[in-house]
């Protein structure tokens, strides 16, 4: 039987493997601490000798007592308060058993450095905390985790798929580690092959890349400790939504190899933009050509408004830089539901449509009641004249809650041919 798989899948053996042991990430409880005194600048001090050996003690203790977690040393660079050390432990399970797990190394840190409780809450509700502030300096695993990031860094050639592994970086550096624990937390990509989502969500994670590296180039080195948290971790975004077109690429003959992303330790803002730029013109060239005008415009709109959809960053903006965004943004709404409402109501007209695309549609209608008069004879001049009553706010505020998911659901997906085993 294992041999008649192996040939069904031409990549078996080759490829990185899959995460199959996903946990849900409401279930995954981060608590973390303040440890030790405020740093008094921004620069990247040595790591205490007692967070050294809490690190060296946390994974066998979260492996004796059977769990499945993670800890994460890194530097609070908020820019309104004084940098300092944090220390986040993940655990699938609650918070008790999570400090069960733990219990000896924590005690022993109790007693070298103080330890004030900061935050305690769930993977969706941390990450943006790290997002805004977290400089990670050191990560290891435990349980399910562990063995899955063993399993990809001795793995032959995850160094192709798993950026940065390709950077000359080694397999415990963070910068490694992070697109491992979105790989393993964070929402699963091409699933099923790439669609509408998939494609705008990589031209969001691009697309903020880009715009983080601009701000630190205009901020200059006063406010370059600030965005550095930012950076690594949307570039650990980028790379880990990176990993399944890098894979796909591989059944695509004559297609240029993905360029690698800059994620050494002396890279500038305009040695890391330009390897975002041809990462851009690499996914253009393979994935999105005018072959696929949709999963195009997707990708391209996804780098052009990647702001609009993330609130994190308009904080940075001006209301004139927010209204130009905004209408900016205009066009793709509007193309986006014009594209899958025709696709849908060809689905109604031919009998097709699924009842949960059908439940869906209602929803958006319900959202955006100019849309109500078209039915399955509506014609496309139809649909456009519907969507154009609909007013700027209102058409983007759906398109980030509705209009994405509905254009997923309800518009044909293509397929790769290279699925990851």
């Not at 995460?19 to 981060?30: G, I, L, S």
């Not at 300096?137 to 793995?155: D, E, S």
């Not at 790439?194 to 983080?212: K, W, Y």
């Not at 370059?224 to 690594?232: D, T």
Request: include cysteine.
């Amino acid at each position: 039987m294992t041999d008649a798989l192996s040939s069904a899948n031409q990549y078996a053996g080759f490829l990185p493997p899959r995460f199959h042991d996903r946990p849900d990430a409401d279930d995954v409880t981060v608590k973390t601490w303040v440890v030790g005194d405020a740093l008094p600048d921004h620069l990247v001090p040595d790591i205490p000798s007692a967070l050294s050996l809490f690190f060296d003690l946390v994974a066998p203790s979260g492996e004796r007592a059977g769990a499945s977690g993670f800890a994460m040393l890194w530097l609070d660079r908020h820019p309104h308060e004084q940098p300092g050390w944090r220390l986040s432990i993940g655990h699938v399970g609650g918070v008790d058993a999570l400090e069960q797990a733990v219990a000896k190394p924590l005690a022993r840190l109790v007693g070298m450095m103080p330890l004030a409780e900061f935050e305690t809450e769930n993977w969706h509700l941390t990450r943006p905390l790290w997002r805004k502030r977290a400089e990670p300096v050191r990560l290891v695993f435990w349980g399910k985790f562990a063995k899955h990031a063993r399993t990809v860094l001795a793995h032959g050639d995850g160094a192709a798929f798993y950026q940065p592994l390709g950077a000359g970086l080694r397999a415990d550096h963070v910068a490694t580690s992070l697109p491992l624990l979105e790989d393993m937390l964070g929402d699963p990509l091409l699933v099923g092959g790439m669609g509408f989502e998939d494609a705008l969500r990589l031209g969001i994670c691009l697309g903020r890349a880009h715009l983080i590296e601009s701000w630190i180039d205009a901020g200059g080195s006063e406010k370059e400790p600030f965005f550095r948290p930012m950076r690594i971790w949307h570039q650990a975004w980028l790379a880990n939504a990176l990993i399944d077109p890098a894979v796909a690429s591989l059944a695509m003959s004559g297609k240029p190899p993905m360029p690698a992303l800059d994620f050494t330790a002396d890279g500038t803002p305009e040695s890391r933009r330009t390897s975002l730029d041809e990462l851009s013109g690499w996914m253009t060239t393979v994935f999105f050509t005018d072959e696929y005008p949709a999963l195009r415009n997707a990708f391209i709109a996804g780098v052009q408004n990647a702001v609009w959809l993330d609130s994190d960053l308009q904080q940075y903006l001006q209301p004139q830089q927010r209204a130009e965004i905004l209408q900016g943004l205009m066009p793709y709404c509007r193309w986006f539901l014009a594209m899958a409402l025709y696709n849908h109501l060809g689905n109604l007209a031919s009998g097709t449509a699924r009842a949960d695309q059908i439940e869906f549609y209602t929803t958006l209608v319900d959202a955006l009641p100019e849309l109500a008069p078209l039915g399955e004879l509506a014609t496309q001049r139809d649909i456009e004249q519907h969507i154009i009553r609909i007013d700027a706010a209102r058409a983007a505020s759906a398109f980030d809650t509705l209009v994405l998911p509905f254009c997923d659901l309800l518009m044909p997906r293509r397929k790769f041919d290279a699925t990851r085993s």
